[in-house]
């Protein structure tokens, strides 16, 4: 993964974001829901043309259990996380109650929490990269 270049910094900012279903409950069938779960991730992540609106994020992995996901992705420092994370789950939520009505509990689908952290990660090249590139200016 190569670092992201702003105007004033280089950056590599990877997450990992935890979203389960309302009171843990095991709603997703793996064999029947996690590949549909997976390609709405990465649709949000990877829209279409004529909806791409710049979110300065890649997607990593996904990975579905019966009662929760991880997204792995990579974003920028100016990345809004709160409001990404709120879009995603919105987002997600109607696109598989849509596709999966039978799956609908009357209390939504995510939980109102989620677990995110930074995957820390220091890689010497990243870090010889960015003095490079100093001594060049």
């Known amino acids: 993964m ?23 409950e095991e ?6 829901h996690s590949q549909h779960l997976r390609q ?30 991880e997204i792995n992705f990579q974003g920028t420092p100016t990345l809004n996380l ?5 879009v995603l789950k919105s987002t997600s939520a109607r696109k598989f109650l849509q596709e999966f ?7 939504g689908l995510w939980s109102n929490d989620y677990l995110i952290f930074t ?3 220091f890689v ?4 010889d990269f960015y003095f490079a590139s100093q001594k060049k200016k």
């Open 124 to 127: 010497k090249a990243h870090k």
């Open 40 to 69: 709405i991730i990465y649709l949000y992540f990877n829209p279409p043309e004529k909806e791409k609106k710049k979110k300065n994020v890649q997607l990593i992995s996904t990975e579905v259990f019966s009662s929760y996901i």
């Open 119 to 121: 995957r820390e990660q």
């Open 27 to 32: 709603i997703f069938d793996l064999k029947k």
């Open 82 to 86: 709160s409001e990404f994370i709120g």
């Open 2 to 24: 190569k670092l992201d270049r702003s105007n004033r910094a280089y950056s590599l900012l990877r997450y990992f974001l935890v979203l389960s279903t309302k009171d843990f």
């Open 101 to 107: 009505p039978e799956s609908r509990t009357g209390k």
